[in-house]
């Protein structure tokens, strides 16, 4: 058997193998490392920035600033809303070991109370947990002291100090510079809708009504910001680049503060309690706005009884709101611009100018007036004048004068709904007056379409006739009965009532500027001079229904008085106001102006369920008058700001 030859090794054969397996293993390499070289490139040459600036990002952050709000003056340079430095107590919960613990100690120490945790839990749920939440604000030195001593032992909590807004005058204002409060989660929806959220990053308070609501975009500011670079967790270790806040500017208003000092006086009474013998204040249901008519600048803005405004500043209280809500005399309300009432014969006199440029009637025309009218042709029950046994013989002169309801009842009946509807919107009646504030109503001027939407059926002629009058239907609110006396006394130039008169950048004033509505046009100038004169004899004429309360004045002036009806009388019910119910009483208005010839005020009222116009309206109007007029040396001292007039304060 033969035997089988070992094999000899090709070492030839296994280096060329080797050589082609370390040549493919040297090519995967250099492939490899050419990919990562590439990217390496890309990372960090090509893609540098991109990389940087998400590393700066978790490295840097912008942490806005918010600007101190602008102040707001009166006509004379009065400072009627400041920023007052607070102390707050606050609480890092990063910072505290048991959050609950601290609660528990708080209480005895500082008195914190159930409804300032629970607070203090809704808005830590909305803040981020290296950032500090307030738990009390407020503080009084004596708390900020207290603490300081006892802080060591609070780990997370501090005290923190901010400017927050503050009224001087209290109730005074209120319905005028309204107040700013905490952003809530609507201010929040509002602001992203309008862009404007990141402007308010830093910033708590926001305003809610009135001229601060109005022009918060003017008193808010620009908010600054500093760059500061953070730990992993969120800490701030130092400031890279701080870029301030542009402050908010400071506003001045067409309104004087005295005279709304003294205005308010005149709506409140003092008495002494017959038990406890005590000085009772009551304030009076009502309200007053004076205007210029020359520019129609609000002067004064009068809404009793009010609220003093500092409560929501820094967060009323669940009770505290309720008081306020439910409170019968509904202080939350501004009857200036909010109060609905019917204009009664307040609107006699623009009615006249209407009939007169229609050719209604004319400067001739004389009625009988027995005491009541009747829709010609009719047996429907007689609408029935103020003066029971009638005025005899009457023109449109004496109309004015005496107040004579039966002759503007005709007038109403021959100019129809139509024409008077669209003649009293001229003035103003049933619009927006364009005040400078949010809060104000439209009131309701009737028409034919309205009733048709509002109660599903026809205009009759009956609802006409107490249009006439300033009843029925028809309603207002003061601010358009003094908007359209102005109107009147300017022949038909419709201006809007304003708050605002300037602006100040930089110490300088610059005039706020406000357009004229369409005038009235087409209107003979007798025709405004027949009503305007019909108004003087109302003061001052022998049988003028407001002569007792001008009587002696020392300059000249015109107005028209007005009983708003609350309810209606039956046929035969005779009106008598001690048997009523104070709820009941007639509403009292007056609008007047004066000087005569060149009026610079027009003062309109309306007194709640006060009774006549003439009697309660008419004096309040002279006292007025009497204060703006004849300047007296200080009749009020207590009423007196000159002392308070600022000339550095606290942005």
Same mark, same amino acid.
């Given at each position: 058997?033969?035997?089988?030859?070992?094999?000899?090794?090709?070492?030839?054969?296994?280096?060329?193998?080797?050589?082609?397996?370390?040549?493919?293993?040297?090519?995967?390499?250099?492939?490899?490392?050419?990919?990562?070289?590439?990217?390496?490139?890309?990372?960090?040459?090509?893609?540098?920035?991109?990389?940087?600036?998400?590393?700066?990002?978790?490295?840097?952050?912008?942490?806005?600033?918010?600007?101190?709000?602008?102040?707001?003056?009166?006509?004379?340079?009065?400072?009627?809303?400041?920023?007052?430095?607070?102390?707050?107590?606050?609480?890092?919960?990063?910072?505290?070991?048991?959050? @609950?613990?601290?609660?528990?100690? $708080?209480?005895?120490?500082?008195? *914190?109370? +159930?409804?300032? /945790?629970? =607070?203090? #839990? &809704? %808005?830590?749920?909305?803040?981020?947990?290296?950032?500090?939440?307030?738990?009390?604000?407020?503080?009084?030195?004596?708390?900020?002291?207290?603490?300081?001593?006892?802080?060591?032992?609070?780990?997370?909590?501090?005290?923190?100090?901010?400017?927050?807004?503050?009224?001087?005058?209290? @109730?005074?204002?209120?319905?005028? $510079?309204?107040?700013?409060?905490? *952003?809530? +989660?609507?201010? /929040?929806? =509002?602001? #992203? &809708? %309008?862009?404007?959220?990141?402007?308010?990053?830093?910033?708590?308070?926001?305003?809610?009504?009135?001229?601060?609501?109005?022009?918060?975009?003017?008193?808010?500011?620009?908010?600054?910001?500093?760059?500061?670079?953070?730990?992993?967790?969120?800490?701030?270790?130092?400031?890279?680049?701080?870029?301030?806040?542009?402050?908010?500017?400071?506003?001045?208003?067409?309104? +004087?503060?005295?005279?709304?000092?003294?205005?308010?006086?005149?709506?409140?009474?003092?008495?002494?309690?017959?038990?406890?013998?005590?000085?009772?204040?009551?304030?009076?249901?009502?309200?007053?706005?004076?205007?210029?008519?020359?520019?129609?600048?609000?002067?004064?803005?009068?809404?009793?009884?009010?609220?003093?405004?500092?409560?929501?500043?820094?967060?009323?209280?669940?009770?505290?709101?309720?008081?306020?809500?439910? +409170?019968?005399?509904?202080?939350?309300?501004?009857?200036?611009?909010?109060?609905?009432?019917?204009?009664?014969?307040?609107?006699?006199?623009?009615?006249?100018?209407?009939?007169?440029?229609?050719?209604?009637?004319?400067?001739?025309?004389?009625?009988?007036?027995?005491?009541?009218?009747?829709?010609?042709?009719?047996?429907?029950?007689?609408?029935?004048?103020?003066?029971?046994?009638?005025?005899?013989?009457?023109?449109?002169?004496?109309?004015?004068?005496?107040?004579?309801?039966?002759?503007?009842?005709?007038?109403?009946?021959?100019?129809?709904?139509?024409?008077?509807?669209?003649?009293?919107?001229?003035?103003?009646?049933?619009?927006?007056?364009?005040?400078?504030?949010?809060?104000?109503?439209?009131?309701?001027?009737?028409?034919?379409?309205?009733?048709?939407?509002?109660?599903?059926?026809?205009?009759?002629?009956?609802?006409?006739?107490?249009?006439?009058?300033?009843?029925?239907?028809?309603?207002?609110?003061?601010?358009?009965?003094?908007?359209?006396?102005?109107?009147?006394?300017?022949?038909?130039?419709?201006?809007?009532?304003?708050?605002?008169?300037?602006?100040?950048?930089?110490?300088?004033?610059?005039?706020?500027?406000?357009?004229?509505?369409?005038?009235?046009?087409?209107?003979?100038?007798?025709?405004?001079?027949?009503?305007?004169?019909?108004?003087?004899?109302?003061?001052?004429?022998?049988?003028?229904?407001?002569?007792?309360?001008?009587?002696?004045?020392?300059?000249?002036?015109?107005?028209?008085?007005?009983?708003?009806?609350?309810?209606?009388?039956?046929?035969?019910?005779?009106?008598?106001?001690?048997?009523?119910?104070?709820?009941?009483?007639?509403?009292?208005?007056?609008?007047?102006?004066?000087?005569?010839?060149?009026?610079?005020?027009?003062?309109?009222?309306?007194?709640?369920?006060?009774?006549?116009?003439?009697?309660?309206?008419?004096?309040?109007?002279?006292?007025?008058?009497?204060?703006?007029?004849?300047?007296?040396?200080?009749?009020?001292?207590?009423?007196?700001?000159?002392?308070?007039?600022?000339?550095?304060?606290?942005?």
């Amino acid at each position: 058997m033969r035997q089988k030859r070992t094999q000899i090794r090709d070492h030839r054969a296994e280096s060329a193998l080797f050589f082609r397996r370390a040549l493919v293993s040297f090519i995967g390499i250099v492939i490899l490392v050419s990919i990562l070289l590439t990217n390496l490139y890309h990372i960090q040459i090509r893609e540098h920035d991109d990389y940087q600036t998400r590393s700066n990002d978790n490295r840097i952050k912008i942490v806005p600033v918010a600007p101190n709000r602008g102040l707001i003056y009166d006509r004379n340079g009065v400072l009627l809303a400041e920023n007052q430095p607070v102390y707050s107590l606050e609480i890092t919960t990063e910072k505290v070991p048991d959050l @609950d613990e601290t609660f528990a100690q $708080l209480k005895n120490l500082m008195g *914190i109370t +159930d409804e300032q /945790i629970a =607070r203090f #839990e &809704r %808005e830590r749920r909305r803040t981020r947990r290296f950032k500090s939440v307030p738990l009390l604000n407020q503080m009084t030195e004596e708390q900020v002291a207290l603490f300081s001593v006892n802080q060591h032992l609070y780990p997370g909590v501090e005290v923190k100090a901010y400017l927050k807004r503050y009224y001087p005058y209290s @109730d005074a204002l209120t319905h005028v $510079l309204g107040y700013v409060a905490k *952003i809530n +989660d609507r201010d /929040i929806d =509002r602001l #992203e &809708r %309008e862009n404007k959220i990141n402007n308010y990053k830093a910033t708590r308070d926001i305003g809610k009504l009135g001229v601060e609501k109005y022009y918060e975009d003017i008193l808010h500011g620009t908010s600054g910001y500093q760059e500061v670079e953070v730990n992993s967790r969120g800490r701030i270790i130092r400031t890279l680049k701080y870029v301030p806040p542009i402050p908010g500017q400071d506003i001045k208003l067409n309104i +004087d503060i005295n005279l709304q000092l003294y205005i308010q006086s005149l709506l409140t009474e003092h008495k002494v309690d017959p038990v406890t013998g005590q000085d009772v204040i009551k304030h009076k249901r009502g309200s007053v706005v004076v205007l210029d008519p020359r520019d129609s600048s609000v002067l004064a803005m009068v809404s009793s009884p009010s609220y003093d405004p500092n409560l929501f500043v820094h967060g009323i209280s669940s009770k505290e709101y309720r008081k306020l809500l439910n +409170d019968k005399n509904r202080p939350l309300v501004n009857r200036v611009t909010l109060g609905i009432y019917p204009p009664a014969s307040t609107v006699k006199p623009m009615i006249t100018v209407a009939a007169l440029t229609e050719g209604v009637i004319t400067p001739r025309t004389t009625r009988n007036d027995p005491g009541y009218w009747r829709i010609p042709n009719s047996n429907s029950r007689p609408f029935r004048d103020w003066l029971r046994w009638g005025h005899g013989k009457v023109d449109i002169h004496k109309a004015i004068e005496e107040s004579v309801d039966t002759f503007f009842y005709q007038i109403a009946y021959d100019m129809g709904i139509d024409r008077l509807s669209a003649w009293m919107s001229k003035f103003g009646f049933g619009e927006y007056t364009g005040i400078d504030i949010h809060e104000e109503s439209k009131a309701n001027m009737p028409t034919r379409e309205w009733k048709q939407a509002r109660f599903r059926k026809p205009w009759y002629q009956g609802d006409t006739i107490p249009v006439g009058i300033g009843q029925g239907y028809w309603t207002a609110t003061p601010l358009q009965i003094a908007k359209a006396t102005t109107v009147l006394v300017n022949n038909g130039r419709v201006q809007a009532p304003h708050l605002l008169r300037d602006t100040i950048d930089n110490n300088i004033e610059i005039p706020a500027k406000f357009d004229d509505f369409p005038p009235i046009d087409n209107v003979d100038p007798k025709n405004w001079a027949i009503a305007k004169d019909g108004m003087y004899r109302v003061l001052f004429g022998k049988r003028g229904t407001a002569r007792r309360a001008f009587y002696g004045a020392q300059y000249k002036a015109g107005g028209k008085s007005g009983s708003a009806q609350v309810f209606g009388l039956a046929e035969d019910q005779e009106y008598n106001a001690d048997e009523l119910e104070e709820h009941l009483r007639d509403h009292a208005l007056f609008t007047a102006f004066a000087p005569y010839d060149k009026p610079t005020i027009v003062v309109s009222m309306v007194l709640e369920n006060a009774g006549g116009g003439s009697s309660n309206g008419g004096p309040i109007a002279r006292k007025i008058f009497d204060h703006m007029l004849l300047k007296p040396a200080n009749p009020h001292p207590e009423t007196t700001v000159s002392d308070k007039k600022v000339t550095g304060a606290s942005r």
